[in-house]
């Protein structure tokens, strides 16, 4: 598919099964009019989807009775893994629990727009929350979720600070490199579903980040004046100057190799994928296609007997239901059904 610019997401139109048992779940778009055929050849084989669906399925038993799966960016993070797979409210087999957890990411919304739930949070899981309920309505068009969106969204561009950066708490103060990847994230996922969102609130966010762009190795750090640059922070860096459409920024080149030749992150693990998964997936080729087949056998090798992952050495304290979560959007990119995965 050739690249777009965003655009309004249109809602997904889902074919439901008319027979009392479990919905079909929804289908990846097609292509717009007169664009070129999908040529990304990694597709998920009947194993990876196996797999998949056993997670899928544990997921589902982890759901508390207020909706939840932990914190707010927790419970984006499996609310993602389910849409992943065409799983929408009150649409495919876990259309219910899906529905679940948006109304629980609703009913922890402010009157001043700031996700944040009884178990706490910060501009981080808010950011995350609203890049969750920016997919709900590009999928699904909900108004209810639109007018949510629309005011998380509006907190986020005015508490940008001067720098051009979030930091976690809701107000222009300090700035990092990971809070601020996480709202232009939701940015680019509301932007594209037809909410305003200021050019220039995202193009002084990409200044910030790429102040953070450490010329010599390639890699982005922490802050601009911080010590080293890490693989998490250099995989989400090259996610949103994909997504800021700068998609021959010189720094891309540099970046991917400083992945390549750095490895995994095992403090950062799992957020470092999560975002690694998504940057190659849009530069696509040869180091999406290596990438994918590594990390699906990594995947697959250490899932769990009940369909979790869990590595105690790696971001132990976030639990496996963050880690399930992640391990199931980065198995399930190829399916095209989120919208921000889509190219």
Not at 36 to 58: I, N
Not at 137 to 164: C, F, P, S
Request: some cysteine.
């Amino acid at each position: 598919m050739r690249r777009l610019p965003a655009v309004v997401v249109a809602a997904v139109a889902v074919a439901l099964a008319h027979t009392p048992t479990a919905p079909v779940a929804a289908q990846p778009p097609a292509d717009p009019p007169g664009a070129a055929p999908v040529k990304d050849r990694v597709k998920m084989d009947e194993t990876t989807k196996r797999a998949v669906a056993k997670s899928l399925r544990w997921l589902k038993d982890q759901q508390a009775p207020d909706g939840s799966w932990g914190n707010t960016a927790i419970t984006s993070f499996a609310l993602l893994a389910f849409m992943a797979n065409g799983h929408l409210p009150n649409q495919g087999e876990y259309g219910p629990e899906v529905a679940r957890g948006v109304r629980y990411l609703l009913a922890c919304t402010r009157d001043d727009g700031y996700v944040v739930g009884p178990r706490g949070g910060n501009m981080y899981c808010h950011g995350m929350a609203a890049l969750a309920l920016s997919q709900v309505y590009g999928m699904t068009g909900d108004e209810e979720v639109r007018r949510t969106l629309k005011k998380a969204i509006d907190l986020i561009i005015r508490t940008q600070n001067h720098e051009g950066g979030w930091r976690y708490d809701p107000a222009p103060t300090g700035a990092d490199i990971s809070v601020t990847i996480m709202q232009v994230m939701a940015l680019r996922g509301a932007k594209d579903g037809g909410i305003h969102v200021p050019d220039r609130t995202v193009a002084e966010a990409v200044k910030y980040i790429n102040r953070c762009y450490d010329r010599r190795s390639g890699g982005y750090r922490y802050q601009p004046f911080s010590s080293g640059p890490g693989y998490a922070r250099t995989a989400a860096g090259v996610c949103v100057l994909q997504l800021s459409g700068d998609y021959d920024a010189t720094e891309i080149k540099q970046a991917v190799e400083y992945l390549e030749r750095t490895g995994e992150d095992r403090q950062h693990y799992w957020y470092g994928e999560y975002y690694a998964a998504h940057a190659l997936h849009q530069i696509g080729g040869e180091v999406w296609e290596q990438y994918y087949e590594r990390m699906k056998r990594g995947l697959l090798s250490t899932q769990r007997p009940g369909g979790e992952w869990y590595d105690s050495r790696r971001e132990a304290a976030y639990g496996p239901t963050y880690q399930t979560a992640i391990a199931v959007l980065i198995l399930s990119v190829p399916t095209h059904y989120l919208p921000i995965y889509q190219k």
